[in-house]
């Protein structure tokens, strides 16, 4: 895949596969099988038909809304997402899905549903975790769902219902990754360590984020996504280590070329610059450089990736100034996550015929700038798709839709429509063949011994 193997690069010592585990059961009836009849019409003979989607979704939408205020009410720490966990390994079970839980040593959730008709594997993954309190623009009392992690959560858990209730008319299995700490960058490894990918077959990946867009719109991100992360620690020697400490964090941030917003209009000209070609995102350096008693921190983020050679050449000739400076890059940098074009052009396709040609837009640059996707690693793996799901609600201010801040508020009315997109998304990518490379998907998942398991 492009800028896969550049990304590889990146990554410090991909584990080999985790220890197994035991696949639980839900029984022998699948939920489903009393689902929608098959509608006749359909350019596609067996094809999931969209209006069905629609009808599945219109039928859940309060029960989807009342699961989603009941997460909300609930944020739990990455890493913590136990009742999380909990209450998406019940739902699974309920819809028919095989389930299994305390996945990658944690509190990943995996939740397998086979189609009736022969197709490919593609997975579906949501992000569990609620934020820290220091995560949370100007800091927070507690651990909140102010990234829309609980709306991901739900949509997740309407495309497994739909999508089990159409069983009938889908094809292939669709693997349902529900993943702890997202905000910690570390589940997505946990679960890929664990061998959730190539255990299960899956040909692709797919998810939403929720994105300060109007609600029912989407922006995909062709050739785009979300910048990686790097870090530094400057040791300054002798008794004027403070005040060169502060004189060097100002010179390293002065490597910045875009500054975090401030206000909303400023967060409005950031989305504005993602929608311009070759506007002021297209390469970016976001620097944050603390001074410190003895030497500076150093974090940043660089688009494209290829800059981050350039990058820490930068910081170690600045530092490298101060007589005895010592400067050490603790690991190497975490992945930017960038969205294979082609399969982001496709997903286009799709969201304009499902829910109209004006409720798509296509980013031009990395956004936010400022945040990382740990979706990276998957995408380092499998192509897929990362797409933004407006939940901006009509005059609402932009940081209710913009993750992070204390006043993220989104439209609950964005559930039904992500849950529409994706649940008629995932059946045409498990119906439809790729054609690239390792894309045929033919078969069931693998269970973590290798065999294969019962539809």
């Known amino acids: 895949m492009e800028h896969a193997a550049a990304r590889r690069t990146l990554l410090a010592g991909a584990a080999a596969a985790g220890a197994g585990m035991v696949w639980g059961t839900a029984g022998t009836a699948v939920a489903g099988e009393r689902g929608l009849p098959l509608r006749q019409g359909t350019a596609e003979q067996g094809a999931v038909e969209q209006g069905a989607v629609d009808a599945e979704v219109a039928r859940i939408q309060r029960e989807l809304i009342a699961l989603r205020r009941d997460l909300h009410r609930h944020p739990e720490m990455p890493g913590q997402e136990q009742c999380t966990a909990g209450v998406v390994a019940r739902e699974l079970r309920a819809a028919g899905l095989t389930v299994a839980t305390g996945v990658g040593g944690g509190h990943g959730v995996v939740g397998i549903l086979h189609g009736a008709r022969r197709g490919r594997t593609v997975a579906y993954r949501a992000d569990m975790d609620a934020v820290p309190p220091k995560d949370i623009v100007g800091g927070g009392p507690a651990a909140a769902h102010v990234c829309g992690h609980d709306i991901h959560t739900t949509v997740a858990l309407g495309v497994a219902r739909v999508l089990a209730r159409l069983r009938r008319q889908l094809s292939g299995t669709v693997v349902f990754l529900f993943q702890p700490a997202e905000e910690t960058l570390s589940g997505a490894r946990a679960l890929i360590d664990a061998g959730m990918l190539e255990r ?146 496709m997903l286009a396709h799709h969201l304009r015929r499902a829910v109209g040609r004006d409720a798509v837009t296509e980013l031009q640059a990395a956004f936010p700038p400022f945040s990382g996707e740990d979706f990276a690693l998957y995408l380092d793996r499998v192509p897929g798709t990362f797409t933004f799901l407006g939940v901006r609600a009509p005059h609402a201010p932009i940081t209710a839709g913009y993750p992070h801040y204390p006043d993220f508020a989104p439209d609950e009315r964005a559930v039904a429509v992500g849950v529409r997109a994706m649940a008629g998304w995932i059946a045409e990518r498990t119906h439809r063949a790729r054609g690239l490379p390792g894309g045929s998907g033919q078969g069931g998942p693998t269970t973590p011994t290798g065999s294969r398991t019962s539809g």
């Open 200 to 345: 299960t077959g899956v040909a692709e990946i797919h998810a939403l984020h929720c994105g300060p867009f109007p609600v029912g719109t989407f922006a995909v991100t062709p050739g785009y996504g979300l910048p990686g992360q790097d870090k530094a620690e400057v040791t300054l020697p002798g008794p004027d280590a403070p005040d060169a400490a502060r004189r060097l964090a100002a010179e390293i941030g002065a490597l910045a070329t875009v500054a975090p917003p401030q206000t909303p209009a400023d967060i409005e000209r950031l989305l504005a610059d993602a929608l311009t070609p070759d506007g002021p995102l297209a390469r970016f350096v976001a620097v944050r450089a603390r001074a410190q008693e003895a030497g500076v921190s150093v974090s940043y983020r660089c688009w494209p990736q290829e800059r981050y050679g350039e990058v820490r050449a930068d910081i170690r000739r600045l530092a490298m100034s101060r007589a005895g400076a010592v400067v050490r890059f603790p690991s190497e940098p975490f992945p930017a996550m960038v969205c294979p074009e082609r399969d982001a052009r």
